[in-house]
């Protein structure tokens, strides 16, 4: 069994793992930027963003243990590193950050997630439908916090 992506063949196992690999490093870079945002922000939406980051944060790491686990289930070895998601992340600015710069921040964020995560789901077709569904389970989690961080904004 073919342990690194590198190494497989093309099989339809492989196009599932390689498409969910595409998406892990984000996920995991969007779980950083969340907590991020989660203790720097300040101003009047503070209480509702703090609580809202850490729920993006949170699913987030779900979602990323669900795509990695489903690649690790087909037979291929993931790559989460430090250094890999560092070179998957965006600009996500230090210090303090205020409510409606936190929300554009993160919406960006979110935005380039959703953006891989749709591209990996057109790479996958029917490659294999369990990684198709935690895609798109995915996409549907990233509207929704999209949704909700545009709400805060007014
Ligand atoms: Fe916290």
Known sequence: MPSTLEAAPDTAAFTAAAALQKVLP???ALSLDAKQAHWNVTGARFLALHELTDRIAADARAWADRVAERAV???FAVDARARTVAASDGQFPAGRLGDR????ELTAVIDRVAAATNVALGDLTDADPVAHDALVAVVEGLDKYRWMLAAQAG
């Open 101 to 104: 710069e936190a929300i554009a």
């Open 73 to 75: 289930a087909l037979g």
């Open 26 to 28: 984000e996920l995991v």
